[in-house]
C-alpha cells in the first residue's frame, strides 16, 4: 500500500501540471465572466426599458395602449410630429431601441369594430439574446392589449356570453401519464423541466471520460517518450499496481477538471437561461409523475457512471501502450471520443427505444450509452435497463482490465506499438 | 565468490528474428560481467530479459537462485536497471525523484533517507538537485539515474551503456563510482560499445555477436588467446 501511494502521489503530481492548472482556472474564469455578462445583459432586459411613442390618435384607446406599456415597466419616450419618418430617425439617434406609432384613427377603428393597426420598429443594434427580448416583450403587451379590447368588444356585444368563450369554444385539458401515473399537465412543459434538470449530465460525463482518458494515454505516452517507463517496469512493485495508480490517477484529476469546469459552466449557462430553466410551478406534477430521483436513482446512476468512467479508464491504458510518444496518444483519443460521442449526440436529438432494431442494438453495445440512459430510465421507472447497463459495464471492464493486466505484465508493454509502416526490429 | 547469476541457453526471438540463439554465462558477487558486440548482437536483449522487462523464448536465467519466469517480482527486489536510454520524470525535482524511487526499495524511512544520502553522494549534482530534473543536462541526468541505480546496494546492477551521451571527465567519474561500488560487493552486467571502457571496468568479458556469445573470458586472459593488442581486435579475429 506504501508502494501504491508513492506511485499514485508521483502519477498525480505528473498530471498536475502548472498549465493545467492555468489552463482550468482560465476557463473558469472565462465561463464565469461570460455568464455574469449575459446575467447582466438579461437583468438589464427586464428592467425598466425605453420605448419611443408617437401617438397620433390621442383617444382613450391609444391611451389605454400606452397605459399598458407603462404597466410592463416601459419608459415612454413620447415623440412629436406627425412624421413617421422623422420619429424614426428620431427614435434612431436616441438610446430607445423601440418605437411604436400609433395612427389617427385607430381609436375609431376599434370603435367600428375594424382591424385597427399599430406600427411598430425594432432597431437591431446586437443580435444579443436581450435585444430580441425587447421586441417580445413588446409583442406581448400589444397581444395583452388585443385581448383586453377584444374582451371589452365582445362584452358590449353579447354581455350574456363571457368572451372566452366566444373565443375558445373548444378547450383541451391536458394529462400525462408516466407509467402508471398521471397528471394534469403539457408534455411538452414536463419533458422541458426534464430536460433542464438533466442537461448537464451528459455534459459532465462525456468531459470527465474525455479528459481521464486523455490523461491516462498521455500519462503511458509520456512514460515511453521520457524513457522512464523501462526503469519504472523494474521497480519491485506489481505491475497491477502500476495500471491502477496510473488509472486512479486520471480517474482524480479528470473528475477534478470536470467538476471545476461544470461549476464555470453552470454559471454561464446560468447567466444565459435565466430563469427560463426554472419551471416555477412544475414541482407539484413533476412529483404527481414520480418524476423525481429518489436515494436510490441518484445510487444507480452514481454506479453507473463509476463504470463508464472505469471502462473509459481501462481503454485508455490499452490504447496508450500503442502509443509511442505523446503526439501519437493525441490521435489514440479518436475511438473513445467517437464512442462517447454516439451517446452524448443521441442523448440530445434521439430516444434510443424508437430507433431500428439493429442501430438500437449498436448503441447499447457501446458502454458510454448506459450512464447516458441512465437519468431518463430511472425516472421513468426502467430500473432493469439501468441494472443491466451497469452489469454489462461491469463486464467490459472486467475484459478490459484483464487485457490491460496481461499488457502490462508481459514485454507487449514495449513491443506493442501501432504502426502505420512496418519498421525493423530494434535489438 | 557465490554466484550471483546464472544464464543457461538464454533464446528471444522477435517472430522469425532470433535475437539470442542460446548464450549461458554466470556472474559471481562483486564481479562486474560485461557484454561486448555490434550493435544487433543481443546485448540489450540480454539485459533487458535480466531486468525482467522481456520474457525469454527459451533457456533459463536465476538471480540469486530464483528463476526469471517464476519469480521476476523477487528479482526486482534484488537489481536495479539502467537502460541506455533512460530519462527520469522531468517535472520532479532530483532529489524527489531518488526519494519516488527509494520509497520503493525501502522497508522503513530510515532506510529511505539512507538511500537518498547515498545516491546524493554518487550523483554529486549540489544544489542543482533541488531543480526540475527538466533543466538538467543529458550529462546530469545520467548521473542522477546512476546514483538511482545503485543507492540501493542491489545484489546485481544492469548497467546498459553506462557511460553513454556523457564527456570524457563524467564517463571517468561514472566509471570509477562503478568500479568501487563493486569492491562493496555488488555485481555488475554491463554492455558497452567502448572497448577502453571495458577493459577498465570489467572483471570477465564476453564477446556476442548474431545472439551467440563467441567467447569470455578476462580482458588479459582474451587478447593472450587471440594474441591481440586491445579488446576491438580480440573482437575482431573471433567474429572471423
Same mark, same amino acid.
Given at each position: 500500500m506504501k508502494k501504491f501511494k508513492n506511485l499514485l502521489v508521483k502519477e498525480v503530481r505528473e498530471l498536475v501540471t502548472k498549465q493545467l492548472i492555468v489552463s482550468l482556472v482560465m476557463t473558469m474564469l472565462l465561463f464565469y465572466f461570460i455568464g455574469n455578462l449575459a446575467k447582466t445583459e438579461m437583468k438589464r432586459a427586464q428592467a425598466v426599458q425605453k420605448i419611443s411613442v408617437m401617438d397620433l390618435d390621442r383617444t382613450p384607446v391609444s391611451e389605454g395602449l400606452t397605459g399598458s406599456l407603462k404597466s410592463a415597466n416601459f419608459e415612454i419616450d413620447w415623440v412629436k410630429g406627425d412624421d413617421t419618418e422623422a420619429a424614426v430617425q428620431e427614435a434612431r439617434k436616441g438610446d430607445s431601441n423601440l418605437l411604436l406609432v400609433i395612427p389617427k384613427g385607430f381609436g375609431e377603428s376599434v370603435g367600428r369594430l375594424e382591424p385597427a393597426q399599430v406600427s411598430t420598429y425594432t432597431f437591431?443594434?446586437?443580435?444579443s439574446v436581450s435585444g430580441i427580448r425587447k421586441s417580445e416583450i413588446l409583442k406581448a403587451v400589444v397581444s395583452a392589449t388585443n385581448k383586453y379590447l377584444s374582451d371589452d368588444i365582445l362584452r358590449k356585444e353579447?354581455?350574456?356570453?363571457p368572451p372566452e368563450t366566444l373565443k375558445t369554444p373548444i378547450r383541451s385539458r391536458d394529462f400525462v401519464i408516466v407509467k402508471d401515473r398521471m397528471a394534469e399537465g403539457s408534455a411538452a412543459a414536463i419533458s422541458g423541466f426534464v430536460y433542464s434538470q438533466s442537461v448537464f449530465l451528459p455534459i459532465i460525463l462525456f468531459m470527465i471520460i474525455l479528459y481521464s482518458s486523455q490523461m491516462v494515454i498521455s500519462a503511458i505516452a509520456m512514460e515511453k517518450q521520457n524513457k522512464t517507463l523501462e526503469t519504472l517496469l523494474t521497480v519491485p512493485i506489481p505491475r497491477s499496481s502500476i495500471v491502477t495508480a496510473k488509472m486512479t490517477a486520471a480517474g482524480l484529476v479528470g473528475l477534478l477538471s470536470a467538476a471545476i469546469y461544470m461549476v464555470g459552466m453552470r454559471s454561464f449557462m446560468g447567466g444565459m437561461m435565466g430563469d427560463m430553466?426554472?419551471?416555477?410551478?412544475?414541482g407539484p406534477v413533476i412529483e404527481q409523475l414520480g418524476l423525481t430521483m429518489n436515494g436510490t436513482g441518484y445510487l444507480l446512476l452514481g454506479v453507473s457512471l463509476f463504470f463508464a468512467i472505469l471502462v473509459a479508464l481501462a481503454m485508455a491504458t490499452i490504447l496508450g501502450v500503442l502509443a509511442e510518444d505523446f503526439r501519437a496518444a493525441q490521435s489514440l483519443i479518436l475511438p473513445i471520443v467517437l464512442l462517447a460521442m454516439i451517446p452524448y449526440m443521441l442523448s440530445f436529438f434521439s430516444d434510443v427505444n424508437t430507433l431500428p432494431l439493429p442501430i438500437k442494438l449498436f448503441v447499447l453495445a457501446i458502454p458510454f450509452s448506459h450512464p447516458f440512459l441512465a437519468t431518463p430510465n430511472i425516472l421513468l421507472g426502467n430500473i432493469g435497463a439501468v441494472i443491466y447497463g451497469i452489469l454489462y459495464m461491469m463486464a467490459v471492464f472486467a475484459v478490459l482490465i484483464i487485457i490491460a493486466a496481461r499488457i502490462f505484465s508481459t514485454d507487449r508493454v514495449l513491443t506493442m506499438k501501432l504502426r502505420w509502416r512496418k519498421k525493423p526490429v530494434v535489438l | 565468490m557465490s554466484t550471483i547469476l546464472r544464464v543457461d541457453g538464454l533464446k528471444k526471438s522477435y517472430g522469425n528474428l532470433e535475437a539470442l540463439k542460446g548464450i549461458s554465462f554466470e556472474v559471481g558477487e562483486g564481479e562486474i560481467f560485461a557484454l561486448i558486440g555490434p550493435?544487433?548482437?543481443?546485448k540489450t536483449t540480454t539485459l533487458r530479459i535480466i531486468a525482467t522487462l522481456l520474457s525469454p523464448s527459451g533457456g533459463q536465467a536465476e538471480v540469486l537462485g530464483f528463476d526469471l519466469k517464476k519469480h521476476p517480482d523477487k528479482i526486482r527486489e534484488k537489481i536495479s536497471y539502467l537502460p541506455e536510454e533512460a530519462g527520469a520524470?522531468?517535472? /520532479?525535482?532530483g532529489t524527489d525523484y531518488l526519494k519516488f524511487m527509494a520509497n520503493f526499495y525501502a522497508d522503513t524511512p530510515g532506510e529511505a533517507e539512507a538511500f537518498i544520502k547515498r545516491a546524493l553522494a554518487i550523483a554529486d549534482l549540489g544544489p542543482r538537485l533541488?531543480?526540475?530534473?527538466?533543466?538538467?543536462?543529458k550529462g546530469m541526468v545520467r548521473k542522477l539515474l546512476l546514483a538511482r541505480a545503485l543507492m540501493t546496494k542491489p545484489a546485481l546492477a544492469i548497467l546498459d551503456e553506462?557511460?553513454?551521451? /556523457?564527456?570524457v571527465i563524467n564517463s571517468l567519474e561514472v566509471r570509477e563510482i562503478i568500479k568501487r561500488f563493486a569492491k562493496e560487493g555488488i555485481s555488475v552486467l554491463l554492455s558497452s560499445h567502448n572497448m577502453l571502457e571495458i577493459e577498465f571496468l570489467s572483471d570477465r568479458v564476453a564477446l556476442i555477436d548474431r545472439g551467440l556469445i563467441l567467447d569470455s573470458g578476462t580482458s588479459g586472459g582474451l587478447k593472450d588467446k587471440y594474441e591481440a593488442p586491445n579488446l576491438e581486435v580480440v573482437f575482431r579475429s573471433a567474429v572471423r
Amino acid at each position: 500500500m506504501k508502494k501504491f501511494k508513492n506511485l499514485l502521489v508521483k502519477e498525480v503530481r505528473e498530471l498536475v501540471t502548472k498549465q493545467l492548472i492555468v489552463s482550468l482556472v482560465m476557463t473558469m474564469l472565462l465561463f464565469y465572466f461570460i455568464g455574469n455578462l449575459a446575467k447582466t445583459e438579461m437583468k438589464r432586459a427586464q428592467a425598466v426599458q425605453k420605448i419611443s411613442v408617437m401617438d397620433l390618435d390621442r383617444t382613450p384607446v391609444s391611451e389605454g395602449l400606452t397605459g399598458s406599456l407603462k404597466s410592463a415597466n416601459f419608459e415612454i419616450d413620447w415623440v412629436k410630429g406627425d412624421d413617421t419618418e422623422a420619429a424614426v430617425q428620431e427614435a434612431r439617434k436616441g438610446d430607445s431601441n423601440l418605437l411604436l406609432v400609433i395612427p389617427k384613427g385607430f381609436g375609431e377603428s376599434v370603435g367600428r369594430l375594424e382591424p385597427a393597426q399599430v406600427s411598430t420598429y425594432t432597431f437591431l443594434r446586437s443580435f444579443s439574446v436581450s435585444g430580441i427580448r425587447k421586441s417580445e416583450i413588446l409583442k406581448a403587451v400589444v397581444s395583452a392589449t388585443n385581448k383586453y379590447l377584444s374582451d371589452d368588444i365582445l362584452r358590449k356585444e353579447l354581455p350574456a356570453v363571457p368572451p372566452e368563450t366566444l373565443k375558445t369554444p373548444i378547450r383541451s385539458r391536458d394529462f400525462v401519464i408516466v407509467k402508471d401515473r398521471m397528471a394534469e399537465g403539457s408534455a411538452a412543459a414536463i419533458s422541458g423541466f426534464v430536460y433542464s434538470q438533466s442537461v448537464f449530465l451528459p455534459i459532465i460525463l462525456f468531459m470527465i471520460i474525455l479528459y481521464s482518458s486523455q490523461m491516462v494515454i498521455s500519462a503511458i505516452a509520456m512514460e515511453k517518450q521520457n524513457k522512464t517507463l523501462e526503469t519504472l517496469l523494474t521497480v519491485p512493485i506489481p505491475r497491477s499496481s502500476i495500471v491502477t495508480a496510473k488509472m486512479t490517477a486520471a480517474g482524480l484529476v479528470g473528475l477534478l477538471s470536470a467538476a471545476i469546469y461544470m461549476v464555470g459552466m453552470r454559471s454561464f449557462m446560468g447567466g444565459m437561461m435565466g430563469d427560463m430553466g426554472s419551471g416555477a410551478g412544475m414541482g407539484p406534477v413533476i412529483e404527481q409523475l414520480g418524476l423525481t430521483m429518489n436515494g436510490t436513482g441518484y445510487l444507480l446512476l452514481g454506479v453507473s457512471l463509476f463504470f463508464a468512467i472505469l471502462v473509459a479508464l481501462a481503454m485508455a491504458t490499452i490504447l496508450g501502450v500503442l502509443a509511442e510518444d505523446f503526439r501519437a496518444a493525441q490521435s489514440l483519443i479518436l475511438p473513445i471520443v467517437l464512442l462517447a460521442m454516439i451517446p452524448y449526440m443521441l442523448s440530445f436529438f434521439s430516444d434510443v427505444n424508437t430507433l431500428p432494431l439493429p442501430i438500437k442494438l449498436f448503441v447499447l453495445a457501446i458502454p458510454f450509452s448506459h450512464p447516458f440512459l441512465a437519468t431518463p430510465n430511472i425516472l421513468l421507472g426502467n430500473i432493469g435497463a439501468v441494472i443491466y447497463g451497469i452489469l454489462y459495464m461491469m463486464a467490459v471492464f472486467a475484459v478490459l482490465i484483464i487485457i490491460a493486466a496481461r499488457i502490462f505484465s508481459t514485454d507487449r508493454v514495449l513491443t506493442m506499438k501501432l504502426r502505420w509502416r512496418k519498421k525493423p526490429v530494434v535489438l | 565468490m557465490s554466484t550471483i547469476l546464472r544464464v543457461d541457453g538464454l533464446k528471444k526471438s522477435y517472430g522469425n528474428l532470433e535475437a539470442l540463439k542460446g548464450i549461458s554465462f554466470e556472474v559471481g558477487e562483486g564481479e562486474i560481467f560485461a557484454l561486448i558486440g555490434p550493435n544487433g548482437a543481443g546485448k540489450t536483449t540480454t539485459l533487458r530479459i535480466i531486468a525482467t522487462l522481456l520474457s525469454p523464448s527459451g533457456g533459463q536465467a536465476e538471480v540469486l537462485g530464483f528463476d526469471l519466469k517464476k519469480h521476476p517480482d523477487k528479482i526486482r527486489e534484488k537489481i536495479s536497471y539502467l537502460p541506455e536510454e533512460a530519462g527520469a520524470y522531468r517535472n /520532479l525535482r532530483g532529489t524527489d525523484y531518488l526519494k519516488f524511487m527509494a520509497n520503493f526499495y525501502a522497508d522503513t524511512p530510515g532506510e529511505a533517507e539512507a538511500f537518498i544520502k547515498r545516491a546524493l553522494a554518487i550523483a554529486d549534482l549540489g544544489p542543482r538537485l533541488n531543480e526540475k530534473v527538466g533543466t538538467y543536462s543529458k550529462g546530469m541526468v545520467r548521473k542522477l539515474l546512476l546514483a538511482r541505480a545503485l543507492m540501493t546496494k542491489p545484489a546485481l546492477a544492469i548497467l546498459d551503456e553506462p557511460t553513454s551521451g /556523457l564527456d570524457v571527465i563524467n564517463s571517468l567519474e561514472v566509471r570509477e563510482i562503478i568500479k568501487r561500488f563493486a569492491k562493496e560487493g555488488i555485481s555488475v552486467l554491463l554492455s558497452s560499445h567502448n572497448m577502453l571502457e571495458i577493459e577498465f571496468l570489467s572483471d570477465r568479458v564476453a564477446l556476442i555477436d548474431r545472439g551467440l556469445i563467441l567467447d569470455s573470458g578476462t580482458s588479459g586472459g582474451l587478447k593472450d588467446k587471440y594474441e591481440a593488442p586491445n579488446l576491438e581486435v580480440v573482437f575482431r579475429s573471433a567474429v572471423r
